[in-house]
C-alpha cells in the first residue's frame, strides 16, 4: 500500500491522520480567543471524548487511525539530533527572538519532556510561571509580566488536521496558513515529509515557505484527473495558480484540469468544505446561500504560446454548478443536497455548526455531527447512510468531521 494515495474524496478510506484535542485548549481564555481563532472555550474532557469516538468509528468501519503526534515523535525518534533542530526551529517560529530565552526554553523542555510528551507539549504552549521563580532575573520584560503569561502561545486549531496540509494523488501540499497562529502548525508536516522513513519521500507540490497562503479545507479532489481549490477568505490566486504549475509540471502526476471555486470571503465560510463536500459519485452536500454567489474558473496547462498568463490557461466557466460537476467528474447528473434544506435560518444555523462538512469514509456513506438533525435527515432520504458523531465540544472550533481528519490513503478506483 503506499503512503499517500487519495484522488478523490469518496473511494473507501483506508488511513487517515488525526490528532486528539489535547491541553492546547486549557490555554484559550477569553482575551484570547479572537488571536486564537476560537469562537468559544471548548471543555476538554468532553472534547476529548467526542474525538476518541470519531476515532472510534472510523475504525470500526475498517481505516487505520495514525495521529499527528505519533508520525512526529517516529520522526524525531529515528533521526539523531533532529529534536535540537526541531525545538529551536519551534521556539523562533514561536516568537522567541532572544538566544538567552531560546536557550533556557530549549533546556526546559529538554529537561522536563520526552518522547511524544514533548510534541504535546509544543502544542500546548508554555507559561512564565512553569519556568520557576528565579525567571524574573531575566529582563524587565519578565519582571512585569504576569506569571500567566503564554511565552509561546498553544496551537487549539490543530486537531483540525485537514488545513495544514493536504494530499494531492501521490504527493502532499504543505500549506502557508493565513494567520501567523495557524502557521505554525504546519512545522510538523514540514519535519514529518522530510525526515520520516515512511513519508520522507513524498513529492511536494507547495512548501510552506512560499509566499502564498493556502489551507487544506480549501482543496477537495474530485477525481485523479481534477482537483478543485476554493478562493476563500483562507486561500489565494496566487497559491492556486503556483500549484497549478507544480501539478502540471510533475510528469507522473495525473492532475490535469483545477477548478478554482470563488466563495465569499468571510469566516462563516472560511474554506470551500465548509460550504461544499461531496458524499457519493453523484451527490453534494452544499449551502444554499452560497449557489448565486459561486465563480467557477477552469485551470489547464497551456499548449500554446499565446496564453493567457504564462504558461496557463483561465477561462470563467459559464455553467451552473451541477452541470460543472457533473462533466468534470464524468457522471450525467448530480445531486446538490442543502444543508438545513429550504429553511435559510436552519441552513445559517447548520452551517455555522458544520452541516456541510462531511467525512466520506465510502461512497454514499458519511460521517456527521448529530447536532445537525435538519441536514442529516434530508441525507438520509437522499439515501446517504449517515453516521452521526456528539459535537457539543468540537464544534465551538468551527470545524466538522472533514476538517478533523487528513485521509492519507483511499482505495485507488477513480469515482
Same mark, same amino acid.
Given at each position: 500500500?503506499?503512503?499517500?494515495?487519495?484522488?478523490?474524496?469518496?473511494?473507501?478510506?483506508?488511513?487517515?491522520?488525526?490528532?486528539?484535542?489535547?491541553?492546547?485548549?486549557?490555554?484559550?481564555?477569553?482575551?484570547?480567543?479572537?488571536?486564537?481563532?476560537?469562537?468559544?472555550?471548548?471543555?476538554?474532557?468532553?472534547?476529548?471524548?467526542?474525538?476518541?469516538?470519531?476515532?472510534?468509528?472510523?475504525?470500526?468501519?475498517?481505516?487505520?487511525?495514525? !495521529?499527528?503526534?505519533?508520525?512526529?515523535?517516529?520522526?524525531?525518534?529515528?533521526?539523531?539530533?533532529?529534536?535540537?533542530?526541531?525545538?529551536?526551529?519551534?521556539?523562533?517560529?514561536?516568537?522567541?527572538?532572544?538566544?538567552?530565552?531560546?536557550?533556557?526554553? !530549549?533546556?526546559?523542555?529538554?529537561?522536563?519532556?520526552?518522547?511524544?510528551?514533548?510534541?504535546?507539549?509544543?502544542?500546548?504552549?508554555?507559561?512564565?510561571?512553569?519556568?520557576?521563580?528565579?525567571?524574573?532575573?531575566?529582563?524587565?520584560?519578565?519582571?512585569?509580566?504576569?506569571?500567566?503569561?503564554?511565552? @509561546?502561545?498553544?496551537?487549539?486549531?490543530? !486537531?483540525?488536521?485537514?488545513?495544514?496540509?493536504?494530499?494531492?494523488?501521490?504527493?502532499?501540499?504543505?500549506?502557508?496558513?493565513?494567520?501567523?497562529?495557524?502557521?505554525?502548525?504546519?512545522?510538523?508536516?514540514?519535519?514529518?515529509?522530510?525526515?520520516?522513513?515512511?513519508?520522507?519521500?513524498?513529492?511536494?507540490?507547495?512548501?510552506?515557505?512560499?509566499?502564498?497562503?493556502?489551507?487544506?479545507?480549501?482543496?477537495?479532489?474530485?477525481?485523479?484527473? @481534477?482537483?478543485?481549490?476554493? $478562493?476563500?477568505?483562507?486561500?489565494?490566486?496566487?497559491?492556486?495558480?503556483?500549484?497549478?504549475?507544480?501539478?502540471?509540471?510533475?510528469?507522473?502526476?495525473?492532475?490535469?484540469?483545477?477548478?478554482?471555486?470563488?466563495?465569499?470571503?468571510?469566516?462563516?465560510?472560511?474554506?470551500?468544505?465548509?460550504?461544499?463536500?461531496?458524499?457519493?459519485?453523484?451527490?453534494?452536500?452544499?449551502?444554499?446561500?452560497?449557489?448565486?454567489?459561486?465563480? @467557477?474558473?477552469?485551470?489547464?496547462?497551456?499548449?500554446?504560446?499565446?496564453?493567457?498568463?504564462?504558461?496557463?490557461?483561465?477561462?470563467?466557466?459559464?455553467?451552473?454548478?451541477?452541470?460543472?460537476?457533473?462533466?468534470?467528474?464524468?457522471?450525467?447528473?448530480?445531486?446538490? $443536497?442543502?444543508?438545513?434544506?429550504?429553511?435559510?435560518?436552519?441552513?445559517?444555523?447548520?452551517?455555522?455548526?458544520?452541516?456541510?462538512?462531511?467525512?466520506?469514509?465510502?461512497?454514499?456513506?458519511?460521517?456527521?455531527?448529530?447536532?445537525?438533525?435538519?441536514?442529516?435527515?434530508?441525507?438520509?432520504?437522499?439515501?446517504?447512510? @449517515?453516521?452521526?458523531?456528539?459535537?457539543?465540544?468540537?464544534?465551538?472550533?468551527?470545524?466538522?468531521?472533514?476538517?478533523?481528519?487528513?485521509?492519507?490513503?483511499?482505495?485507488?478506483?477513480?469515482?
Amino acid at each position: 500500500m503506499k503512503n499517500i494515495s487519495v484522488i478523490n474524496e469518496i473511494n473507501p478510506l483506508k488511513k487517515v491522520l488525526l490528532h486528539r484535542p489535547g491541553r492546547e485548549l486549557l490555554n484559550l481564555t477569553p482575551d484570547s480567543l479572537e488571536e486564537l481563532l476560537f469562537d468559544d472555550i471548548p471543555y476538554l474532557k468532553v472534547a476529548q471524548d467526542e474525538h476518541d469516538y470519531f476515532a472510534k468509528v472510523l475504525r470500526e468501519n475498517g481505516v487505520e487511525v495514525v !495521529y499527528l503526534e505519533d508520525l512526529m515523535y517516529e520522526t524525531l525518534n529515528n533521526n539523531s539530533g533532529l529534536t535540537k533542530k526541531f525545538i529551536y526551529q519551534w521556539l523562533e517560529e514561536g516568537d522567541i527572538k532572544t538566544k538567552r530565552w531560546r536557550d533556557k526554553l !530549549y533546556e526546559y523542555l529538554t529537561n522536563n519532556y520526552q518522547g511524544k510528551d514533548l510534541i504535546l507539549k509544543t502544542i500546548e504552549g508554555i507559561t512564565l510561571k512553569e519556568m520557576g521563580d528565579d525567571i524574573k532575573k531575566y529582563s524587565l520584560q519578565d519582571r512585569i509580566a504576569p506569571l500567566d503569561d503564554l511565552i @509561546v502561545k498553544p496551537m487549539p486549531n490543530l !486537531y483540525f488536521q485537514r488545513d495544514p496540509f493536504a494530499c494531492v494523488g501521490s504527493g502532499v501540499v504543505l500549506n502557508r496558513m493565513l494567520y501567523l497562529t495557524r502557521r505554525r502548525e504546519t512545522i510538523y508536516g514540514e519535519y514529518i515529509f522530510k525526515y520520516h522513513p515512511n513519508y520522507k519521500d513524498v513529492k511536494h507540490y507547495y512548501n510552506r515557505n512560499n509566499h502564498a497562503n493556502i489551507e487544506g479545507g480549501d482543496i477537495i479532489n474530485l477525481s485523479k484527473n @481534477v482537483l478543485a481549490i476554493g $478562493i476563500s477568505q483562507r486561500t489565494s490566486p496566487d497559491a492556486i495558480e503556483l500549484i497549478s504549475r507544480n501539478l502540471f509540471n510533475d510528469e507522473d502526476c495525473l492532475i490535469d484540469t483545477v477548478l478554482a471555486i470563488k466563495i465569499p470571503s468571510t469566516r462563516a465560510f472560511m474554506h470551500l468544505d465548509t460550504v461544499f463536500t461531496r458524499v457519493d459519485y453523484d451527490k453534494y452536500t452544499i449551502h444554499p446561500a452560497i449557489m448565486k454567489r459561486l465563480e @467557477v474558473y477552469e485551470i489547464k496547462k497551456a499548449s500554446r504560446k499565446d496564453a493567457n498568463i504564462d504558461d496557463l490557461d483561465i477561462k470563467l466557466l459559464d455553467m451552473d454548478l451541477d452541470k460543472i460537476l457533473a462533466k468534470y467528474t464524468n457522471v450525467d447528473a448530480v445531486n446538490l $443536497i442543502y444543508c438545513g434544506g429550504d429553511d435559510m435560518i436552519a441552513a445559517a444555523r447548520e452551517q455555522w455548526n458544520d452541516g456541510s462538512n462531511t467525512l466520506c469514509i465510502k461512497p454514499g456513506t458519511i460521517i456527521c455531527y448529530e447536532r445537525n438533525e435538519i441536514t442529516n435527515n434530508l441525507l438520509e432520504k437522499n439515501g446517504l447512510n @449517515v453516521i452521526r458523531i456528539p459535537s457539543a465540544e468540537l464544534s465551538r472550533g468551527r470545524g466538522g468531521p472533514r476538517c478533523m481528519s487528513m485521509p492519507l490513503v483511499r482505495e485507488e478506483k477513480d469515482g
